[in-house]
């Protein structure tokens, strides 16, 4: 049933992509200490966390390695940048296949409640309560492109450049890599003249709803692609209440939420 589970959490293509990626495993200089833990037995383990929302403390024994181990693990992986590398190599596949749709991008947030840790403020629409704010920035059908953490203090719009501004070249079926949407869709609350502005010396196309003239439920037909790739990052548990101190770990388990939501869309290709 372990290894079941294991192979479920972590298929054989997922790996394939994810092992290239992962940094060789450094020994204490001091020495000692206990037998490394093979790779794929953490990366399950920190799927795992992220899936059922366990709590580190709670890993069962079943994936072979210890809590401290797997915390340790990840908490290594995440300095050195693998779940953003992850992400960026399965849209490399998608891209690759053509299966981005670059006609038009969308971005809107969403707000978790947080128990502690940066890149948290009080949430205005939540009695001030201390939360974190989710952005992220979809494709035309909802493949998410990009991700970012704020505090739920922070307004919406500050989001905005530094999305669209990370959006990595990915690859395309033919041709170059690829980085540059055609239209650019968010709601009211993302609107600012300093942004069409920019978006237009971008050669992007802004489909932006306009405060107090235009319903923010502009985005009409587009906006629930980008709500519904929202509801698939909420389905890992993980990330439903953050619990996460540091800013990094937590913006680190919704980069894996993401490549694993993309991936999903690249098993279905493969089968």
Known sequence: MAVDLARELVPDGLWKIAAP???????????GGTAPVADRKVFTAVVYVLTSGCAWRYLPPMFGTSPATAHRRFTTWTKAGL?????????????????????SAIIDAASVRAKRGS??????VDRGKKGSKLHVLSEAQGIPLGV??????????????PLLLG?????????PRRRRPVKVRADKAYFSAEHLAWLRSRRLI???ARPGIESGERLGRHRWKIERSIAWLFGYRRLAVRYERKGSHFLALLGLAAALTCY??????TT
């Open 206 to 208: 802004p489909r932006i």
């Open 264 to 269: 999903k869309k690249l098993a279905k290709l």
């Open 119 to 124: 890149l948290t403020g009080p949430n205005p």
């Open 167 to 175: 959006l990595p070249a990915i690859r395309s079926r033919r041709g």
């Open 148 to 161: 970012a953490v704020f505090g739920a203090n922070v307004h919406d719009s500050q989001a905005f450049k």
């Open 83 to 103: 779940w953003r590398r992850l992400h960026r190599a399965v849209l490399d596949e998608l891209g690759a296949r053509g299966e981005l749709d670059w006609t």
């Open 21 to 31: 990626l992962i940094p060789p495993f450094q020994p204490r200089q001091q020495g």
